[in-house]
């Protein structure tokens, strides 16, 4: 099925993980994607799947604390392609070094929270300005930013990352709300934890531990949100809008008791209790 046949989509952040699975997902679908990233190598290897897989991709750098730049991106989609209908804001600052920083408040350095908040708030609110009158030209698109099941739940660390996701959260509920009337529609998708090379560096020691509190068989993979983008992005979505969709195994949805409960990743019986039949 090719659901974007036709379309332009604009992706950032696609030098691997969920935009570089996107970007592939969506040209399968049919779309011309511009793959953006402050990583142009990174990008191009993602394009070159692409269009080794006969997809058509055009590559442009971005760097998203710099409004000119943002600017500039998408001037280039649309001279190149004279539309953009999807536009998916996928980039963030994941960088070790901003996140080993990102602290509790109480130790929190500002320049972290601001930096972070820069590239991640500002950075996309910044592109969706600078998209959304070619989609209102053009009669409507659609507007997908990557948030975090960080942004509806507190935690121990990286406090500046989840606010600037939370802060994604309503942004989209703005955008959606003050243009849907002209043809515009803005959601979120939320992922969990995403298994990635840099997850499995990162995390490794903690996977057995979050499969446990997840409802479903294995973790999150990068194909998982580009399915959710693909629908969004699609007419098979347009009633969809202003929501903030978790795409996540059902990690955010039960007590904490639950997986202890069981017994841990590979218990999946349901527990009875007394007087069930």
Avoid at 121 to 130: D, F, Q
Wanted: glycine share 10%; hydrophobic share 45%.
């Amino acid at each position: 099925m090719r659901r974007l046949e036709g379309k332009v989509a604009v992706i950032t952040g696609t030098s691997g993980g969920i935009g570089a699975a996107t970007a592939r997902r969506l040209s399968s679908e049919g779309a011309q994607v511009v793959l953006a990233d402050i990583n142009l190598d990174g990008a191009e290897a993602t394009a070159q799947t692409v269009r080794d897989a006969g997809g058509e991709a055009m590559v442009h750098y971005l760097d998203l604390a710099d409004e000119a730049s943002i600017k500039a991106l998408i001037d280039a989609a649309v001279a190149q392609y004279g539309q953009i209908d999807v536009l998916f804001n996928n980039a963030a600052d994941t960088r070790m070094e901003t996140m080993v920083r990102d602290a509790a408040v109480e130790f929190m350095d500002a320049d972290i929270w601001d930096g972070v908040f820069r590239i991640n708030a500002r950075g996309t609110m910044l592109m969706i300005k600078h998209t959304l009158p070619h989609m209102i030209a053009a009669g409507g698109g659609s507007i997908i930013n990557t948030s975090s099941g960080a942004s509806l739940r507190g935690d121990l660390f990286r406090v500046a990352y989840a606010s600037s996701k939370a802060a994604i959260n309503v942004l989209t509920e703005y955008v959606a709300t003050q243009y849907g009337k002209q043809g515009i529609r803005c959601n979120v998708v939320s992922p969990g934890l995403v298994v990635t090379e840099t997850t499995e560096e990162n995390q490794g020691h903690n996977l057995d531990l979050y499969l446990s509190h997840h409802l479903t068989p294995r973790l999150g993979r990068p194909d998982d949100l580009a399915a959710m983008v693909a629908l969004l992005a699609s007419d098979d979505g347009k009633f969809i809008t202003a929501q903030i969709i978790p795409v996540d195994g059902g990690i955010s949805t039960h007590f904490p008791h639950v997986a202890e409960t069981r017994g841990g990743v590979d218990a999946y019986e349901p527990v009875k209790t007394e007087g069930a039949r």
